[in-house]
């Protein structure tokens, strides 16, 4: 499917309710999320009971994170519109209550997999920023978390 991308990050030692991953959508173009996942990996994973849920963020500020660029799912597609930003450190951007999105509490070892089909997918208006956010604190834990999306417009 033309327009989709895939962007990933690993996160060693998450131990730390925050923003696992972010996305702003580029000023001309509407973003369909299409799917996200966050599960363990490495040799310190324990089973434990986690709450993820996607958030709209009413004010983005400057966080500190890892830039991640997205990589088109399909030969010849062009360069994402949309900024993506993983493993938020400092200056959490600011929720609306009530926007959410995909809200789960899973145990750690099966991973945070919502699954959106074409009837629960969400989109996000252009400019508008989104988060992945892990809402319990973890025991340590070294996540993989992955975020497709499409860019329509």
């Given amino acids: 499917m033309r327009g989709v991308y895939s962007s990933a990050i690993s996160i060693a030692g998450l131990n730390a309710q ?3 991953i972010y996305i702003t959508a580029p000023s001309g173009r509407v973003v369909e999320i299409l799917g996200s996942t966050v599960g363990g990996s490495g040799s310190n994973v324990t089973n434990q009971q ?3 849920l996607w958030q709209r963020i009413t004010t983005l500020g400057t966080p500190t994170g890892t830039t991640i660029t997205p990589t088109p799912t399909e030969k ?7 900024t993506v930003v993983g493993n938020v450190t400092a200056s959490e951007p600011t929720y609306g209550a009530g926007l959410v999105h995909g809200q789960r509490g899973v145990p750690s070892l099966g991973g945070y997999d919502p699954n959106f089909q074409p009837e629960t997918r ?4 252009p400019s508008d920023s ?3 956010r892990l809402m319990t604190t973890p025991t340590v834990f ?4 992955e975020l497709v999306h499409r860019e329509i417009g």
């Fill in 76 to 82: 010849g597609d062009q360069a994402a519109g949309a």
């Fill in 142 to 145: 070294d996540a993989e978390v």
């Fill in 18 to 20: 925050k923003t696992l």
């Fill in 50 to 52: 986690l709450k993820f």
């Fill in 130 to 132: 989104w988060g992945l």
């Fill in 122 to 125: 969400f989109y996000i208006q």
